[in-house]
T-cell receptor, first 111, second 113 residues
Framework: GENVEQHPSTLSVQEGDSAVIKCTYSDSASNYFPWYKQELGKRPQLIIDIRSNVGEKKDQRIAVTLNKTAKHFSLHITETQPEDSAVYFCAASGSARQLTFGSGTQLTVLP | DGGITQSPKYLFRKEGQNVTLSCEQNLNHDAMYWYRQDPGQGLRLIYYSQIVNDFQKGDIAEGYSVSREKKESFPLTVTSAQKNPTAFYLC????????????FGEGSRLTVL
């Protein structure tokens, strides 16, 4: 089955700096890569996703890049703000068409 | 107000007891999922269902059971066979095939005393 590894597990940045979270996946048949944000005590919510037919997607301050050859994808957050503090999960949709999640990254934006 | 509702939010159980967690959605989604969330381990798939009256085991199905008698409902039973049941359980729904957005419930925190 699919295996998704996510790094780092914790990340602290100064407000206004950029944050980058990286994930690798194992199933070359995966074709859908979403990112979810989970604020403390709340449910995970989709913030951005990318499909295998594109290499990069942006939405305001967040962007995701995908390298299918290397089987890795990354989340980039620019101009970080305190409200970006949360746990971020990457995921990949494998050949069974079900999502496998990474272990999560606790992002802390320091004022 | 459309969404996905889990209950109860908190649940305490004595060892040896079965408990059932409720999950209801009014989003008309075909697919429903149960995930377990433990610190540092992300979300692990327990069971999923792509259509009524059909479901499949996920990565950690042992000690759990589900049913899908109605499109809107996907209850999870944590049986006494689950060796480490204390965890946060999340239910989700999405379009068929799960290649689209998943919508999560607010979760149920189970504590075994």
């Amino acid at each position: 089955g699919e295996n998704v590894e996510q790094h780092p597990s914790t990340l602290s940045v100064q407000e206004g700096d950029s944050a980058v979270i990286k994930c690798t996946y194992s199933d070359s048949a995966s074709n859908y890569f979403p990112w979810y944000k989970q604020e403390l005590g709340k449910r995970p919510q989709l913030i951005i996703d990318i499909r295998s037919n594109v290499g990069e997607k942006k939405d305001q301050r967040i962007a995701v890049t995908l390298n299918k050859t290397a089987k890795h994808f990354s989340l980039h957050i620019t101009e970080t703000q305190p409200e970006d503090s949360a746990v971020y999960f990457c995921a990949a949709s494998g050949s069974a068409r079900q999502l496998t999640f990474g272990s999560g990254t606790q992002l802390t934006v320091l004022p | 107000d459309g969404g996905i509702t889990q209950s109860p939010k908190y649940l305490f159980r004595k060892e040896g007891q079965n408990v059932t967690l409720s999950c209801e959605q009014n989003l008309n989604h075909d697919a429903m999922y149960w995930y377990r969330q433990d610190p540092g381990q992300g979300l692990r798939l327990i069971y999923y269902s792509q259509i009524v009256n059909d479901f499949q085991k996920g990565d950690i199905a042992e000690g759990y059971s589900v049913s899908r008698e109605k499109k809107e409902s996907f209850p999870l039973t944590v049986t006494s066979a689950q060796k480490n049941p204390t965890a946060f359980y999340l239910c989700a729904s999405g379009g068929a095939g799960s290649t689209g957005e998943l919508f999560f419930g607010e979760g149920s925190r189970l504590t075994v005393l």
